[in-house]
């Protein structure tokens, strides 16, 4: 319904004539993108990532958006498998983030972070559990720093306990969740990916009723959240543990 509503608006925006906005059609694109991406429909969603990157960079005073839109195409082309490309387009992120001014500092913390985080994710999928500690750490540093960043320690968290489990360290891996589950809690966030990763803690502990107990609760907020995505890996989770009784 979202993605209907934003199509219309783009559609009509060649009639505004003088009253025109540029910088909103970019960011209904980026808005485009990210419902998309939800749905999994990544080159959708990179086309009209694309799309805001052509706008953004025309104007100057949408520095952080250009560099957000390089930072959400290096995710998107994560998520579609092409890790080179989205590795170079987190580095491009990066590497934008010096040009902005200073009187933008909080934001361009901000930023770093955020593409910290990102690069972290894409190294997560590559295996290289060294660059994923050294990035979320980093990042982690500049959001505990940031009293508004508490999705910023969410996410990085998160990313620290699954390095911790998949090192079969698995103390040290329930209390990096057990953080990212408190604040997601506390901001009435989802808590799907939390849960999943306790029940992987729990199955690995050997824990099996514990196990399924998570692999539940992640499945019934993973739908609520309506993140194809979440809810194919809730599912998944669940089947895995099932099918070890």
Same mark, same amino acid.
């Not at 194919?232 to 009784?245: C, E, F, P, T």
């Given at each position: 319904e979202a993605a209907k509503h934003y199509t219309q608006y783009l559609q009509l925006c060649p009639q505004l004539g003088l009253y025109r906005n540029p910088l909103m059609e970019a960011q209904v694109h980026r808005k485009l993108g990210y419902v998309y991406s939800t749905q999994g429909n990544y080159q959708v969603a990179i086309g009209h990532v694309h799309k805001a990157i052509g706008i953004d960079s025309l104007h100057s005073e949408a520095q952080l958006e250009l560099i957000a839109a390089f930072r959400d195409l290096g995710i998107l082309n994560g998520f579609a498998g092409d890790y080179p490309n989205a590795l170079k387009y987190l580095s491009r992120s990066l590497d934008m983030t010096g040009q902005i001014t200073s009187s933008r500092k909080e934001e361009r913390r901000s930023s770093v972070a955020d593409t910290y985080i990102a690069a972290a994710k894409i190294h997560m999928a590559l295996g290289n559990f060294k660059e994923v500690e050294d990035f979320t750490t980093r990042g982690l540093e500049i959001y505990e720093g940031m009293v508004s960043e508490y999705e910023g320690v969410i996410e990085a968290t998160l990313l620290l306990s699954i390095v911790k489990r998949?090192?079969? /360290?698995?103390?040290? *891996?329930?209390?990096?969740?057990?953080?990212?589950?408190?604040?997601?809690?506390?901001? /009435?966030?989802?808590?799907?990916?939390?849960?999943?990763?306790?029940?992987?803690?729990?199955?690995?502990?050997?824990?099996?009723?514990? *196990?399924?107990?998570? /692999?539940?609760? *992640?499945?019934?907020?993973?739908?609520?959240?309506?993140?194809?995505?979440?809810?194919?890996? *809730?599912?998944?989770?669940?089947?895995?543990?099932?099918?070890?009784?």
């Open positions: 998949d090192r079969n /360290q698995l103390d040290d *891996a329930r209390e990096f969740v057990n953080i990212s589950l408190k604040l997601a809690k506390q901001h /009435q966030l989802s808590t799907a990916r939390q849960n999943q990763l306790l029940g992987d803690i729990a199955f690995l502990r050997g824990n099996i009723e514990e *196990a399924i107990r998570h /692999q539940l609760m *992640a499945v019934k907020d993973a739908e609520h959240s309506r993140i194809k995505p979440q809810v194919l890996v *809730a599912y998944m989770k669940l089947g895995d543990v099932y099918l070890a009784l």
